[in-house]
């Protein structure tokens, strides 16, 4: 008999999640993200398919001085790297160009060689050769065989050719002339192709000087090994016909002639489009790593297109300015939404020396035009890409945005947006460089691939723990902590009857109540900081902001309303929490803030938790005190409550993968509040808590379950959802219909939902507080 | 299935347990002599020499005049000693009057000893002959080498690599204890195996010694000939080469199973067998309490439960896989992970929790012993613990269920009378169902007849 518990509740371990959709994806995907099918590599494999299996490669020779080595290659594509080794920075600034980061914790790192990330090493200017003998110097061991093979198999193609946009022309270009016969071979190319001198069907091509890397962070490496491409090389180029490209691109993607190109924009001689004159202001001071990324990208003195990757917090803004600054063409800045476009034109103005009338906003609420020939643009994915019928307005600016050539696309929060967003955005808008912005790589639904070949290469990672003990971003302390189920909470929970209840009642338990309200009155009070409470839930959302009274803002909440509760949290000593659905995931900046408590999430979105955690990851206080042994060890805390024995048990393992794999630890803790206290809290009686019970289950399964409904909480989908609710008036009517398509793909029925709720929010507002009021 | 407590006992201690006769007979050998004076306390020792030249018993109660007050204890502990190794012969007189004197074996042995200095118990072969010793590292790494490839034959029968001399009922009595061998199943390690497997190895080479002598009677030799064979073999130089036909049948079979451990390296002479002594044999009898040469550690766990091991061992990586799973070998890297599934399977085999967690704080590798950090992050050991205590929360009690009451009186009734005999589990009255321990089944059997 046991003593209570019927459920056996599997939490899978810490290391160990499922993965099914990992290794081969082949089939089940589109075109897009299907050109690596085998060899795809996403960390979530590494479980999965190594399961049981252990890889012996004891065989391979150590070489006597291993000891001062710092890795150890393996036939598989993984690499051990160790953090003590003196030349640690060397080989972790060679690595992370060359392979994926698995995980990086202190003492030891793990990276994956992958087709992907050799495809990006290969375009910011490292050679197979290089590649090879660097590793081999670093490598305790003899390179495995395998390893060599891969790389040369991987990277013979990458690389070779590159498109160049050059005084409005568009080139392609190798130092291989045979590689460029091998493509105009290609039906598609050579039509494409545009001949100088009108010779058709010459095999001569253009032969100039390239200019060679100018990077100095390899060259210091490992006693003059030289890491950059050689100094000068004769580059052959031909040029092709600007209405052709995409179709030329497509041709050379590797489902096809497999020579993907690389894009670089040679702004320094780009006569054609209008200077934007930039700077970065004097008090702008790049940070190592930004300097490193930045690196990067323009390595060779032409701007790169590729993704950098940053933690939140840690200063991506600035970079995505930097390059606006160096490129000094107009820019056109994509972000998720309204709020963080205001934030990014603010940004604009801060760190660079732009005149205010050359920054302008283009959202629902606000379309600014730019005066001059040249100016930065700061818009939604959603204004780009929207399908619709449009406002005359904003319909002259899109047009705008269409005729223009932009020097720099920048584009925030990659990760979140859908491929086919990206897709339509980037085919509507022609720019000589992309720069994609994010801080975390993951995806739930593995299309991180389609990034790679959209945008570009993943040009830089920065590594949280090193930016943690450098003092850039804050040093959080995370905790998960377990509210055991009241017996009343968890016999309704194992129910059948209240299978879409499940999530609310796990939710509500009201030990994690009393638990919230505990954290709450400690920070307030012991600390004095100012804390964030986030829950998917509304209705868990709604409950506990109500019986704490604390301000609350989901998605709903009117922009004024947020903007008033957003300003009290920031300067009033009195409003120290404010209660967040999902909507304050992203973008929406709160630096005051140094404590989050996760009430309920989004099942196992370990972006989600990554992006949660950026809330506060921005450094506060001195900068002396946050470095490695200064006076505060942690100065932000970052609480998740689960209930045990329930589904999110299991959730939060999964939600934590990403955050463990950049080094950060989970503290268990089981008590809270402590034993010898809380009888002052919230649902200390009995009767309180069958109250509350009886709340839950009397609420209809729709409210309840409310958040099923945003099932991706790509931010893209939630706004289109509150401008819906809005007014309709104010934006073209079609919206809403954009937005029930979207949802309609991946929950059938959905929209019916949503087509039935009232659409004026006072209203909507009301019939909340008729529920649960 | 006997439990053997594992104790790291002294090897004296396993000569004092020997009866009379035999220890006596111990004493003929002056190398034994020796070795059991080097092995007692100072205390002791110091008595010893004092009365080496008495030939008169002399009487505990001017023994106790000698030592001051705060000694008395130290004192006791010296005099249990030498009569328990039969060094001090205790006489009591006819006044009831309790007074030693030295074994008069023993005695005449350290005398002559003491007049004629030590003679080795053979002469190791001249230089001239053996030509190719081995090293003191070759010799070294030979002993680690058949020491852990015997372990690892220990701990994992069902893989031979290599097979040992041992003969299979020699390797059972062994793995005894360590192993639970049953019938048709693969065999396990439990709990003091995993223990024996966390000492370090002069504990364990004591225990398989231990082992090997006390069941040296099955094998037909006398235990005592054992002892001073192994006592004398600590008298030998390490890395010398001896000649093996100056030694006797008993010693000669012995050498074999010596060198299957690593205490010994036998090598082929042009005429003769040499047999070479390894640290591990002329350690053997020092006291195993002070293992001054702790091992390095090897180990790193990092906050994301994953675990390096800086080792060649195929040992060690057998270790880490009753806890954790193997991912990758490398030449001298061992990558795994420490999952709850992992150490499901070790709380199951009786590893507890609280064992890991110590043999993954005392193997640490020094790199991450010497930060401020706790070496293994607290959130594994954290985690470790918890689901330790998991598996503990489901608790599992015998019972009987019992249903179809005629009436609800019969049935309520029915609960009474199992609460009241403290065995009520669970009840439903509404469906008067209820749960019954089992031990009380037959009263509430005998109680239910009793209502019809």
């Known amino acids: ?773 | 299935m006997p439990q053997v407590k594992i104790i790291a006992k002294n090897f004296m201690d396993m000569v004092a347990a020997l009866p009379a006769l035999k220890l006596d007979k111990l004493y003929d050998n002056t190398f034994i002599c020796e070795a059991v004076l080097r092995s007692l306390p100072p205390l002791a020792k110091k008595y010893v020499l004092q009365l080496l030249y008495i030939d008169e018993p002399v009487t505990a109660k001017s023994m106790e005049d000698w030592v001051l007050t705060d000694g008395v204890s130290k004192h006791r502990v010296a005099i249990d000693r030498l009569i328990q190794l039969r060094v001090f012969l205790e006489i009591t007189d006819r006044k009831k009057e309790t007074s030693y004197r030295l074994n008069p074996k023993f005695q005449g042995n350290l005398q002559h000893y003491i007049a004629h200095g030590g003679v080795l118990p053979r002469e190791s072969m001249s230089s001239s002959i053996t030509v190719r010793l081995p090293t003191a590292e070759e010799l070294d790494s030979y002993a680690l080498e058949q020491w852990e490839s015997f372990l690892l034959q220990l701990i994992s029968s069902s893989q031979p690599e290599k097979t040992t001399s041992f003969s299979s009922s020699m390797m059972k009595i062994f793995q005894q204890g360590l192993l639970s061998l049953r019938d048709k199943e693969a065999p396990k390690l439990t709990e003091s195996g995993f223990q024996f497997l966390l000492m370090d190895t002069n504990a364990q080479l004591w225990y398989i010694i231990r082992e090997y002598i006390i069941n040296s009677e099955v094998r037909g030799v006398d235990s005592a000939d054992l002892i001073s064979f192994l006592l004398e073999l600590s008298f030998h130089v390490t890395g010398q080469a001896y000649n093996a036909s100056t030694l006797n049948e008993i010693q000669r079979s012995a050498i074999n199973d010596l060198a299957e451990l690593g205490l010994i390296k036998l090598q082929q002479g042009r005429k003769d067998n040499w047999f070479i002594p390894t640290k591990l044999a002329t350690n053997l009898s020092v006291s195993l309490s002070d293992s001054s040469s702790r091992k390095q550690g090897f180990v790193v766990v990092e906050t994301n439960f994953r675990l390096y091991a800086y080792s060649t061992s195929k040992l060690h990586c057998e270790i880490l896989r009753l806890f954790a799973r193997v991912e990758y070998q490398l030449p001298n890297l061992i990558v795994g992970a420490i999952t709850k599934e992992s150490l499901y399977t070790a709380f199951e085999n009786g590893i507890t929790s609280e064992q890991i967690i110590s043999f993954l704080q005392q193997n640490a590798h020094p790199r991450v012993c010497d930060r401020a950090a706790p070496s293994v992050p607290e959130n594994v050991t954290d985690q470790i613990r918890l689901w330790e205590s998991d598996l503990n929360r489901v608790e599992v009690t015998p019972a009987n269920f019992y249903d179809e009451f005629p009436s609800k009186d019969v049935f309520e009734g029915a609960c009474d009378y199992a609460r009241d005999n403290g065995g009520l589990l669970w009840e439903d009255s509404k469906r008067m169902r209820l749960v019954v321990k089992a031990e009380i089944h037959t009263l509430m059997r005998d109680y239910l007849h009793r209502q019809k």
């Open chain 1, 1 to 773: 008999m046991a003593g209570g518990h019927g459920e056996k509740h599997h939490r899978p371990s810490k290391k160990h999640k499922s993965s099914s959709s990992s290794a081969k994806i082949t089939e089940s995907v589109d075109d897009e993200s299907a050109y690596y099918g085998e060899e795809f590599d996403d960390d979530n494999n590494r479980d999965g398919d190594r399961e049981g299996k252990k890889m012996d490669f004891t065989k391979l020779e150590l070489k006597p001085d291993h000891l001062n080595r710092p890795l150890w290659a393996c036939a598989d594509g993984r690499i051990f790297l160790e953090t003590f080794s003196s030349l640690y920075k060397q080989a972790y600034d060679f690595l992370i160009a060359i392979a994926e980061p698995v995980c990086r914790p202190e003492s030891m790192h793990e990276y994956n060689l992958t087709p992907h990330s050799l495809y990006a090493a290969v375009s910011v200017g490292l050679e197979t050769e290089t590649i090879i003998s660097v590793l081999n110097k670093l490598s305790k061991t003899k390179l495995p065989k395998e390893m060599i093979d891969f790389i040369y198999a991987s990277t013979s193609n990458y690389g070779k050719v590159k498109l160049v946009l050059k005084k409005n022309r568009y080139f392609v270009e190798s130092p291989f002339p045979e590689v460029l016969k091998t493509l105009l071979r290609d039906e598609v190319i050579s039509r494409a192709r545009l001949s100088s001198e009108g010779s058709v069907g010459t095999d001569s091509f253009t032969i100039s000087k390239a200019i060679g890397e100018v990077e100095g962070t390899h060259d210091e490496l490992l006693n003059g090994i030289e890491l950059a491409a050689a100094e000068e090389k004769e580059t052959h180029a031909f040029e092709v016909d600007p209405a052709q490209v995409e179709n030329v691109k497509q041709r050379c993607l590797p489902n096809a002639l497999n020579y993907p190109m690389l894009e670089e924009y040679d702004f320094r001689n780009d006569t054609v489009n209008a200077d934007l004159n930039m700077e970065l202001k004097p008090q702008a001071q790049p940070r190592p790593y930004q300097e490193k990324s930045l690196s990067k990208m323009f390595g060779n003195g032409r701007a790169r297109s590729g993704i950098i990757v940053l933690p939140c917090g840690a200063g991506k803004s600035l970079v995505g300015v930097s390059a606006a600054c160096r490129i000094r063409k107009s820019c056109l800045c994509l972000a998720t939404n309204a709020v963080s476009v205001d934030q990014w034109a603010f940004q604009f103005s801060l760190w660079s020396t732009i005149r205010e009338d050359q920054i302008c906003r283009f959202t629902s609420d606000s379309k600014e035009r730019f005066r001059g020939n040249a100016g930065v643009v700061v818009t939604t994915y959603n204004m780009v890409a929207f399908g619709g019928k449009r406002s005359e307005e904003s319909e002259k600016i899109i047009e705008e945005i269409r005729n223009r050539e932009w020097g720099l696309l920048l584009m925030d929060e990659v990760h979140v947006v859908p491929a086919h967003m990206f897709r339509k955005v980037i085919s509507i808008t022609k720019s000589h460089c992309k720069l994609g912005l994010t801080a975390t790589l993951v995806r739930e639904d593995d299309r991180i691939t389609d990034l790679n070949f959209l945008i570009g290469p993943k040009l830089y990672e920065a590594n949280w723990l090193d930016l943690v003990k450098g003092g850039f971003i804050a040093n959080v302390q995370c905790a998960e902590v377990w509210c055991p189920m009241t017996k009343e909470f968890f016999a309704e929970y194992l129910r059948k009857e209240n299978s879409k209840k499940k999530q609310a009642l796990y939710v509500m338990n009201p030990n994690k109540f009393r638990a919230c309200e505990f954290l709450i009155r400690f920070h307030e009070q012991q600390r004095g900081d100012k804390i964030i409470v986030f829950a998917d839930n509304l209705f868990a959302l709604t409950e506990y902001a109500m019986k704490l009274r604390k301000p609350m803002i989901y998605g709903a909440t009117s922009h004024q309303e947020r903007t008033r509760i957003l300003h009290a949290f920031k300067n009033s000593p009195d409003v120290n929490t404010v209660f967040l659905s999902k909507v304050g995931d992203n973008s929406i900046d709160i630096p005051e803030a140094n404590v989050i408590i996760q009430i309920s999430s989004h099942a196992g979105s370990r972006r989600q938790e990554a992006q949660r955690l950026g809330r506060i990851l921005r450094a506060k206080g001195k900068h002396q005190d946050r470095m490695a042994g200064g006076k505060e060890e942690y100065n932000a805390f970052f609480y998740s409550l689960v209930s045990t024995d329930t589904q999110e048990m299991y959730y939060s393992t999964k939600r934590q993968q990403f955050l463990i794999d950049q080094g950060y630890s989970f503290k268990i803790i089981t008590s809270l509040p402590p034993a010898d206290s809380g009888s002052d809290l919230s649902y200390h009686t009995r009767d309180d808590q069958l109250q509350l019970l009886g709340k839950v289950l009397n609420a209809g399964d729709d409210m309840v379950g409310l958040e099923q409904l945003d099932e991706d909480t790509d931010d893209i989908a939630l706004i289109k959802a509150r401008r819906t609710m809005r007014s309709m008036s104010h934006m073209s009517g079609a919206d809403g219909m954009a937005y029930m398509e979207f949802s309609k793909g991946k929950y059938p029925g959905q929209g019916h939902l949503k087509s039935i709720k009232p659409k004026d929010p006072t209203k909507r507002h009301s019939l909340f507080k008729k529920r649960f009021g």
